[in-house]
């Protein structure tokens, strides 16, 4: 792993699971709180999808649909599982959606990119539809930001080397750009939603869950 790559990477469900703590109780929250929303009649979107784990994990059975920019990384579309190759720096419109899911991938588009696709995806879900989104984020006091980083690392020495750990963090500085969780928040108020809430959280990783 001497540079790190959506485009190049192997084994990506294992790698994510190997970087982010108690990833699996994450999906299985995802999984349980979409069960809420779900409507046969409408549309399943993960946004980011990467190989489709997800989509395949949440037992819709309506059409489900995923978007990524990693060609790499997307299976072929399959019965009820469409995947679509889509950059979505340049948004995306989304229509009769009864759930949106979002794991740790707004935090890989440009700033200017991010509140345009939360107002099409707002636009796009049902009155009483879901949306789930997972970001890494910063914290405001520096010393807990320091803490959080470090407590992060030696997760991650459990299956990398303090080289790979290195290398990936040098290849991110340029993609990678979390928000503080207040920044994030008001970006979705300020675009429409008023009910929303956490529901998980471990260091600089937190879910949240938004409904319209």
Not at 61 to 66: A, F, P, Q, S, W
Not at 97 to 124: M, N
Not at 200 to 206: G, I, L, M
Request: proline content about 2%; charged content about 30%; hydrophobic content about 35%.
């Amino acid at each position: 792993m001497s540079k790190f790559s959506f485009d190049t990477i192997k084994d990506f469900d294992k790698h994510i699971k190997d970087s982010i703590p108690n990833y699996d109780l994450l999906s299985e929250g995802i999984v349980s709180l979409s069960k809420f929303f779900l409507d046969k009649t409408a549309v399943y979107f993960d946004v980011g999808c990467s190989t489709g784990r997800m989509l395949e994990l949440i037992p819709h059975d309506g059409l489900k649909i995923g978007l990524d920019n990693s060609k790499n990384l997307l299976p072929e579309s399959h019965d009820a599982v469409v995947y679509k190759n889509v950059d979505l720096n340049e948004g995306y419109e989304f229509k009769n959606a009864c759930l949106i899911t979002s794991i740790f991938t707004l935090q890989f588009l440009r700033f200017d990119s991010r509140r345009k696709l939360i107002q099409q995806i707002y636009d796009g879900l049902n009155e009483g539809g879901g949306l789930i989104v997972a970001e890494k984020v910063f914290s405001n006091d520096s010393q807990l930001q320091e803490m959080l980083n470090f407590s992060l690392y030696d997760y991650k020495d459990k299956a990398f080397s303090s080289q790979e750990i290195l290398d990936k963090e040098k290849s991110l500085r340029k993609i990678l750009k979390p928000n503080t969780s207040a920044e994030n928040q008001r970006i979705f108020e300020e675009v429409g939603f008023k009910r929303l809430g956490i529901f998980w959280k471990f260091y600089n990783f937190e879910c949240w869950i938004y409904i319209k």
